[in-house]
């Protein structure tokens, strides 16, 4: 089985940093692909980023230059570098696994509010 656990959401203000971190149990975890996605109340789940077993990134219009993932595979952990952060920017944030199959985290908080 393979769980995920994310960590790192926060309330921050619009301009404001955060780094979200989802860390993966059992083995294989490099040659997963790992996304992050995001909700808000009433919308779809939205994918904003991607990083490849051999690590290529893709991004969404919407963060596309302000946020940054990356994996590290001898942690099972990827992360999601958010910078200049917005109010549109509020949302679950969700981590995601796929190989075969695909694994989902429980989802963090982010908050972007004065």
């Known amino acids: 089985q393979v769980l995920l656990v994310e960590s790192g959401g926060d309330l921050v203000q619009p301009g404001g940093s955060l780094r979200l971190s989802c860390a993966v149990s059992g083995s294989q975890f490099s040659i997963y692909v790992m996304n992050w996605y995001r909700q808000t109340p009433g919308k779809q789940r939205e994918l904003i980023a991607s990083?490849?077993?051999?690590?290529?990134?893709g991004y969404a219009d919407s963060v596309k230059g302000r946020f940054t993932i990356s994996r590290d595979n001898a942690k099972n952990t990827v992360y999601l570098q958010m910078n200049s952060l917005k109010p549109e920017d509020t949302a679950v944030y969700y981590c995601?696994?796929?190989?075969?199959?695909?694994?989902w985290g429980q989802g963090t908080q982010v908050t972007v509010s004065s």
């Open positions: 990083i490849t077993s051999g690590g290529s990134t």
């Open positions: 995601n696994a796929v190989r075969i199959d695909s694994y």
